[in-house]
């Protein structure tokens, strides 16, 4: 069974621009979450995704966005970025929610704002 | 409220038995433990529900103290293999509705 896939595994970007981050889930789960990982402060939660609608999202400012697509992959989209935006991106699936469940998480997507 | 985890840090020897502590201030309603080598992804091992259930998963198991909202992971006669950073995972609903909430993480190193 296929993993969670992330793209791309590496991405530069100069502040002020735009990032755009993608997640495939493992095959019937249909929950997405997004997890910003920076160096020190450990993993954070951005947003959670579910059955396409965004169901909840971290402490973090409205220029980190999202969406999920009808076959339930998701995208991440970071404006204006800033310096401190630069860090590993995990996106995890985990299974219909309402039920005790585990996250599997993709191997992320590190990046860097110059 | 991100859970406290402790110690920071643990150096071992192959073979020695490690706890790592996972402490909230809030009630919770889960707790997940991943592992995390460097460069990869964390990788799930085991999540406990509250109910105060202890779980085990080869050498390693896990328990979850509901009236005190901590959770420790136990490492027996550990092995190269289990070095990594360990970090739990707090859920205050069930469902999915706040993400989770992690730690700091624990950073373990087996030495040969």
Known sequence: ?114 | QQPVQSPQAVILREGEDAVINCSSSKALYSVHWYRQKHGEAPVFLMILLKGGEQKGHEKISASFNEKKQQSSLYLTASQLSYSGTYFCGTERSGGGADGLTFGKGTHLIIQP
């Open chain 1, 1 to 114: 069974e296929a993993g969670v896939t992330q793209s791309p595994t590496h991405l530069i970007k100069t502040r002020g621009q735009q990032a755009t981050l993608r997640c495939s889930p493992i095959s019937g789960h249909t929950s997405v979450y997004w997890y910003q990982q920076a160096l020190g402060l450990g993993l954070q939660f951005l947003l959670w995704y579910d059955e396409g609608e965004e169901r909840n999202r971290g402490n973090f400012p409205p220029r980190f966005s999202g969406r999920q697509f009808p076959n339930y992959s998701s995208e991440l989209n970071v404006n204006a970025l800033e310096l401190e935006d630069s860090a590993l991106y995990l996106c995890a699936s985990a299974p219909p929610s309402g039920r005790a469940y585990e996250q599997y998480f993709g191997p992320g997507t590190r990046l860097t704002v110059t």
